[in-house]
């Protein structure tokens, strides 16, 4: 019992950051209903420019944060501004297949940056185990685990109370009743972008906090995609508490069943969830359930 | 207006393609094809020790070359997959005088082989001892991997024994998911067995995996002293910086293949991989610094020691018994009929080729493919490789396993 | 549209592919250019066409499935690893030979294919391009951990043989895989213009008005990824036996979303569009592979070889651009150039 416990806990852990990638995606998708394939990139890139301010230049932490902030939502901007404004009025399919020539591109950009290389962030979280009744829990990660549910809750204040999140949800309901009620759509449009940028900051940042940066980071966006589609793609809170438990799954699917099967179910089971997931609730655990026949 | 825009377009791809096909060639010029990944998993390893090798074959070019031969380095990004491997590797196959291929993953080597036996060339690979066990046109760059690991287990029973302990140590290894990951095993296994090595059942993720803490806490659960962690650098860092947040690096002695954490990630996780070892066939740390042949090609050609990494040693090493080979071969066929048959049948002399101290004396010979039979162990301690070890003869442990 | 002053006087006619002596005499030519091509073009050149005659049949089946049927399918390369292990267990294990094998694979790609297609029952779009994605890494990680398929080993299927000559170069295999493409690529240009085509193409319009008119969508769907995995399971098979090694990493995600991009480039709906974007492709990566060294001589910053990241850029540019400016494709340019050509005098 305390053994799976003690991978759950471990699960919840890399949970939140699934998460805090999916919200990124869920974000996208609320409000220009595109599900961007290119966000994993995002997320390295946020990752990479923290480094390049934190790392390399070795500024204070708070300073580094501003400029990878900026410089992640800009990206951001541009993909919208230059890949998906072009796209508008076209089917919507033609704007997911848009966010995956962006994934290659920006894919081809970060390797030809890294040139096979390995970019480390020195320690920038307390270090440290916290002990819960015969559970450890390391400290770092219960820190990103915080900031994970703390955006968690930014995000869902901001989409109920400022002007701007409720341009966001009229947006999502319906642009063109929006457009009526007087609200910009292409505003809200890059408005999206730029907070998927921000939100994929943090969690690039906090990956980058347990795993060097490298070519695989980007991949870490196909985890999101499977979280945010699992929760429901209009559906923050679903993305939250399915990243979580898709972290779960993985971590005692992999504890208890790769012994069994000798290894390498960690990725596997997330993939058979997801098939589950969308042949019994194809919106998602959470999603707003949109009632079409096939 | 947009079709003239497509004809320039196209005008320009043209161009283009022309300029690049027109390559002049110098008089008297052998080839070495080296399918490397540069920017993929094992791109930490690859890139310094193909700079390495192309610098090597760059100033020997610039003095003359080899008996006035010229030597062309022809590096292909694979990016550890085997389809744009292969399909490298059939582009250059017809070239002329292309004498030696450099197959670096277990995956492309295999996929190649076939390839290499039917053109009768020879071609070079990390180390399975799927070749030594069944001799054939591939060559190891030094022992191979199930050997290295046994030396590995060695040196755990040694430790184990110094430390005051009785019976026998319990070994945990995790490793990539993939060919490369369990080669190793393959006559590891066996080896661990024979000297009295407690192996627990291995643990396999896939390249790329975010927390490795259920595989650790698995090994730790099982009674594990030591962990030998696999995978290319930074996978075995990562590795060994959760095990360090599990607070397992106190308890459990982690030891790494020589594909493990290099100069470069040793500054920035020095605290992490505090005491780590590390078996390596080629030298690392202190020692490849130490070693004025390899720093001073660095120095000339890449400047400050800032960002040395000792695996671009290693690709001096491939240089160095590379330009042997072929001082043998022309030796032996003459350069106007040289061809890759010729190559392989030099490199089956070299043994006993002294690579300047980067790795041990050469060992290939008609019945061996190793490149070297010696390993060192390293410490690392104050975020410095220290050698723990003179160089020792890692164990046959090919032949314990059945291919 | 007729080219002036040719009348067709019966439906024979009206519906043939190929319409004039003409058209009879540039086939008839380029199938023996073709077919001698081995003799006299370089060995580059072949291996070449080799491996794009692979991606085109690929590819092909791709586009029945998602051009015509509309259901996007990010799995092609890992139904293609399902023929290309079938073949070689068939051979190795069983002793079957290729010419068998080749069929067989094809078929239980497609019927592992129609497995992995039932998603598209309930669902499509964007959802289901995730679920093929899913199905990828389960069959690739399947392959890698059973122990009929050699598991990480791999296996190594022989050359075909055919009554003592073996098939073991290039220019040998480009007989087989031609010959295998051109009859591919023919049973797909006809299957198209079928009632099975034509239910395709209603699907993908629009589903519900499909089943309106009597179209049973299961089994529909489900005979479109049928066939669009045996298609992937030949090709699978053709590539096994090439290069006689078959591994699981040779069958990445990235390769299944090259075929998607090859199809977004060629033109969704058009069979000559998928030759256009498979050459588009890979011409695009042979002259990134050929240019990235000068550049990288240019630029040193670019690190000493650019090749693949260059390559990645440049296909993902070519994409977006596609997808922007013509989204129909080069397939569509050309339907343009040939109108042009037959209205001439009359238009430009």
Redesign the interface.
Known sequence: MLEFLQQAITGLMIGSLYSLVAAGIVLVYKSTHVVSLAHGQLVAFGALFFWFFFGSFGWPLWASLIPAFILTAAIGLLIERLALRPLIGQPLFAAFLMTFAVFITLEGIFVLYLKGETRALPAFLPEGNIALGGLSVPVNQMVSFLVAVLLFIALSLVFKFTKVGLGMRATAEDHRLAQGTGITVRKIFSYVWVLSGLVATVAGIAIAGVMDIYYMLPYIGINGLIVAICGGLDSLSGAFVVGLLLGVVENVGAGYLDPLVGGGVKDVVSYIVLLMVLLVRPYGLFGLTRIERI | M?ARYLNICSVF?GL??T???FRVTAAKEVSYLSL??????I??L??PA??GL?DFIKEINEKGGVDGIKINFI?????????RA??AY??Y??TEKLLMVNSIST?IG??VA?LIE?DKRAQIVPGDGEYQAHVQRTFLWGPAYQDALAATFDWIMEDWKAKGNAGAPVVGYLSW???Y??EHLRGGQEYAQKIGIKLL???????????H???L??LA?GGANYIHAGGV??TP??VI??AY???LTKKIQFTTDYWGPTE??LG??A?VLEGIVITSFFQRGEDAKANSFVTDMWKRNRGSMEKFNEVYGMGISWGITFVEGLKASVKAAGFEKLEGDDMYKAYQTLKGLDKKGIQGPCAYSDKSRRGSLEVKIYRITKGKALPISDWRTAPDAVSLHKF | MRPCGIFDRNYGQDMAIIRTWQHWASLLGALVILYLFPLFGSYYLVSFINLAAISVIAVLGLQIVSGYCGQISFGQAAFMAVGAYTSSVLTTHFGVSFWLALPLSGVVAGAVGAIGGAPSLRIKGMYLAMATIAIHFVLIWLVLHLEITGSFKGLYPPSPTLGGFEFDTDEKMFYIIVSVMLIMTYCARNLVRTRVGRAFVAIRDNDLAGEVMGINLYYYKLLAFFISCFYAGIAGSLWAHLITVVNAEQFTLLHALEFVGMLIIGGMGSIPGVFFGVLFIKILNELVLFTSPVLAGAFPWLGSSPAAAMGLIAFGLAVSIFLIFEPRGLAHRWEIFKASYRLYPFAN
Do not use: C, Q, W
């Open positions: 947009k791809a283009f393609l300029l690049a096909l490397a990944d540069y920017t993929g998993p791109a930490g690859n890139v193909d700079m192309s590096g292909i990004d694979t990016r550890y997959d085997v389809a292969v399909s059939k582009r196959r017809r995956g295999k996929a076939g039917k998911d993939n060919p990951g369990r059942p291995p643990e396999f993720f896939p390249p790329g995996t975010l927390k803490d259920v595989y806490t698995r659960k650098d930074p860092t990562n910086r959760d947040s599990l607070g470069l990630g920035v996780h605290e």
